[in-house]
């Protein structure tokens, strides 16, 4: 039996000291999963997350997605009155999350050495542009720097064009996802190898750097700099997107020769197993003009309908290229419940992205969409933190929460 109610991070409490894609990426991952977030933002002005990105009546709906199921409160981190509420919510959690320009906390006094003091069992996670150290870990730090220094962008895109960045936050979420997995590391040496507390130092440049596979060592040990190749693989062929004769598209990728031999029968050119041209695949990717030409041809006498059909009973490998108003339509992203619809008091009814990965025992659940800024104070601090009327109302005040 499934337990509906709690995730398998139930008993964690992170408080999220973040703002934009990066660290409030890893407080969703964890909050997904049943973690206790306490989302801190400035009193005036919140998480700029709220006013970034397409709007509904004036809600930020980047801020619905990254802020789901976390409590938000308000706090000026900077002053001593801040600074001082913020070490007794140090003291009642598991988790720090943090993506200011390194030496910000230090600055308000706040800073690692200080609340490992505070907290010894202290997990914090640093996040920002280049890392907390080297010449450049003072430098503002943006996804898009990182995409284009992490040597992604010289990959992406085609040989005659400009370095292609991508549309979306993309150094931010894979950061994000190294960073989440090296949150639940330091836990487990804490609390099943019996270590401490300790600091992870997150950059936006390596991680995406270390998913573009051997590219050091190809350079290092054949002195190659791969260059773009549009949808090409440099590795196999074929691999392509590919118009079908209805103005739709498809993506095919043949990486192992038995995918390659199937997609020729897909296209009804079984002779090409024999064709020195293509029956291997570095004959192939030899002459991957003339390869693409063929599929391309038969493309453009099929709808796509048909082209899938095709592939599908050859068993070959084949995917539509998908927009995200197919994504919405298509039946199996409805049957894996890829995706829900969550009640809003601001959007209404709201279609967002489910929690992944499915977990058979102790599942995630999106229990509600970003809050209204400080909408929790009363939950944290007077419940969690014991403060009295007297004492939050000085705060409130003072521009402090």
Do not use: C
């Not at 150290?133 to 003072?138: E, F, I, R, S, T």
Request: glycine fraction near 10%; charged fraction near 25%; charge should be negative.
């Amino acid at each position: 039996m499934t337990d509906e109610t709690n995730g398998p991070l139930s008993e964690l409490v992170v408080l999220e000291a973040g703002s934009m894609i990066s660290g409030p990426t890893v407080g969703r991952f964890l909050a997904d999963f049943g973690a206790t977030v306490i989302k801190i933002e400035h009193p005036e002005f919140g998480d700029h997350i709220r006013e970034f990105g397409p709007q509904k009546d004036g809600v930020g709906l980047w801020h619905k997605y990254l802020s789901r199921n976390k409590l938000s409160v308000t706090l000026n981190i900077s002053t001593d009155e801040g600074g001082a509420v913020f070490e007794d919510l140090v003291r009642e959690a598991d988790v720090l999350i943090e993506n200011f320009r390194p030496g910000t906390l230090e600055r308000w006094g706040v800073g690692w050495e200080h609340l490992s003091d505070v907290n010894d069992g202290l997990v914090m996670l640093r996040m920002s542009g280049f890392g907390q150290d080297g010449p450049y870990a003072k430098r503002p730090g943006f996804g898009t720097l990182a995409e284009a220094m992490s040597g992604f962008a010289h990959l992406n895109g085609f040989p005659d064009r400009p370095p292609l960045l991508p549309p979306t936050g993309l150094a931010d979420s894979v950061a994000a996802l190294f960073s989440t997995f090296a949150i639940m590391f330091a836990l487990y040496h804490r609390d099943v190898s019996g270590g401490g507390g300790q600091y992870i130092d997150t950059s936006l440049i390596e991680p995406i750097f270390s998913l573009l596979g051997p590219q050091p060592l190809r350079y290092d040990q054949l002195g190659e700099v791969e260059e773009r190749g549009g949808n090409r693989s440099s590795s196999s062929a074929p691999r392509n997107v590919y118009r079908t004769g209805d103005d739709r598209w498809v993506a095919i990728s043949a990486s192992a020769q038995p995918l390659a031999m199937r997609t020729f029968d897909a296209i009804d050119r079984p002779d090409l197993k024999d064709d020195p041209r293509f029956e291997t695949n570095e004959a192939r990717l030899e002459h991957v003009d003339e390869l693409d030409a063929i599929i391309q041809d038969w493309m453009n006498n099929h709808t796509r309908e048909e082209v899938l059909s095709a592939f599908e009973e050859a068993d070959a490998t084949i995917g539509p290229v998908y927009n995200v108003a197919d994504i919405l339509e298509d039946e199996h992203y409805a049957a894996r419940e890829a995706y829900i619809n969550v009640p809003d008091p601001e959007l209404g009814e709201a279609t967002v992205q489910n929690v992944f990965p499915k977990f058979s025992a102790t599942p995630g659940k999106v229990r509600h969409l970003g809050p209204r800024l400080g909408e929790h104070n009363d939950e944290v601090y007077r419940e969690r933190l014991d403060y009295d009327e007297s004492t939050l109302a000085d705060l409130e005040s003072e521009g402090v929460v």
